[in-house]
């Protein structure tokens, strides 16, 4: 409608993505969708505007949340909430977030008010059900994103725990950018008849080149001081092994005035807010 049509425009997209394309409409007619993409290739919007089309239709009226979305991490998480509210801004259709490392209170004052779309990791999820807090008989529409980070994590039996809530007639869309076999046995508990959308998964995201330096380890460093400082140099992503290696790294830089900081995954939530910020 021209409410999700002006949030499209205001969000800058002008043309479907190619996954965007594929996946609109077998989602709008109620088909099962496995998604095989990476984050970078539009899937988000590719699952929220079909979603958000649906919740205006009307549905079951008086439970909710009426859409159920899992996620391995807070912060993807976050991006996927961020996508309904922006894509949904004039639709008044209401939507929360659900994680642990932050206080289980306000996440229960959020389900009182009745959230159409819950955006959940598993965990704090199955804390919330055990509490009474959130029922999940209402939800039509499934979404599992990044279901092969969920098995990378161990959160595949706290994921089934959660389906064996879920009324049986409803709609599964699963994303994921690879198959490991535990994923394909997942896909043939959850989808029906799935809508395959294959988004040439195996090559890099084409919007990224890759390069790879051969270095000695201890030269890492001087290589990586080199490369921030090069003219078109704008901003970075870096990886390391060790939660202490992020830490010093990130000291590190900051005395070599940059502006650098650590993201790991024993910090509060407030701290890893403002890392990401």
Not at 172 to 194: C, G, Q, Y
């Amino acid at each position: 409608g021209k409410r999700i049509n002006r949030a499209i425009a205001e969000a800058g997209y002008k043309n479907p993505r190619p996954i965007q394309a594929e996946s609109i409409q077998p989602i709008l007619d109620g088909c099962d969708i496995l998604g095989l993409a990476q984050t970078g290739t539009g899937k988000t919007a590719a699952f929220v505007l079909p979603i958000l089309h649906r919740l205006l239709k009307g549905g079951r009226p008086g439970i909710f949340p009426r859409v159920l979305v899992i996620s391995p991490t807070r912060e993807l998480t976050n991006q996927i909430h961020g996508e309904v509210e922006a894509l949904g801004k004039y639709t008044g259709v209401k939507s929360m977030t659900v994680f642990g490392g932050v206080g289980v209170n306000p996440q229960m004052r959020a389900l009182r008010n009745k959230p159409d779309v819950v955006v959940a990791c598993p965990g704090r999820l199955l804390d919330l059900i055990s509490r009474g807090s959130v029922r999940l008989s209402g939800v039509e529409v499934l979404v599992l994103d990044e279901a092969d980070h969920m098995f990378d994590m161990g959160f595949l039996p706290d994921v089934r725990k959660v389906i064996s809530y879920l009324p049986k007639r409803r709609q599964n869309l699963l994303f994921s950018a690879t198959m490991p076999k535990e994923i394909r046995h997942l896909t043939k508990e959850v989808l029906t008849d799935p809508v395959v959308v294959e988004l040439n998964h195996q090559a890099p995201v084409e919007t990224i080149e890759h390069k790879l330096y051969p270095v000695h380890p201890t030269r890492k460093g001087d290589l990586l001081q080199r490369m921030v400082c090069e003219e078109d140099f704008r901003s970075a992503i870096v990886f390391t092994r060790t939660k202490y290696r992020a830490k010093n790294l990130a000291k590190k830089l900051g005395r070599d005035g940059h502006r650098a900081v650590a993201l790991q995954g024993n910090m509060s939530q407030p701290q890893r807010d403002r890392a990401m910020a």
